[in-house]
Nanobody, 122 residues
Framework: QVQLVESGGGLVQAGDSLRLSCAVS????????MAWFRQVPGKEREFVARISRSSFLSIYGDSVRDRFTISRDNAKDTLYLQMNTLKPEDTAVYYC???????????????WGQGTQVTVSS
């Protein structure tokens, strides 16, 4: 089993930056891809970004490309999401996900954190 715990969410103003962290524990050798998703009430979970084990490949959703950066520190078993130039439409619960398969859909991932709220005021 793998456990994921997000942190770093909060209330910020438009244009601010925020960094989310996701601490990974358990059977981490089974993880190949890690990702961030976000969700607002009444909508499906939206793909934000994903990164391969070696950090060689990272993919971003269209709405966050050029503003967000995903990274991982395998020595610390931690995933990060640096969010810059935040917009009110970035307001959501952000989830960390991990698994052995790549993809932009939530069903591709086996493990999920509990989520951390990010609220961007205008």
């Amino acid at each position: 089993q793998v456990q994921l715990v997000e942190s770093g969410g909060g209330l910020v103003q438009a244009g601010d930056s925020l960094r989310l962290s996701c601490a990974v524990s358990g059977r981490t050798t089974s993880i190949y891809v890690m990702a961030w998703f976000r969700q607002v009430p009444g909508k499906e979970r939206e793909f934000v970004a994903r990164i391969s084990r070696s950090s060689f490949l990272s993919i971003y959703g269209d709405s966050v490309r050029d503003r967000f950066t995903i990274s991982r520190d395998n020595a610390k078993d931690t995933l990060y999401l640096q969010m810059n130039t935040l917009k009110p439409e970035d307001t959501a619960v952000y989830y960390c996900a991990a698994g052995s398969r790549t993809g932009r859909v939530a069903s591709s991932y086996d493990y999920w954190g509990q989520g951390t709220q990010v609220t961007v005021s205008s």
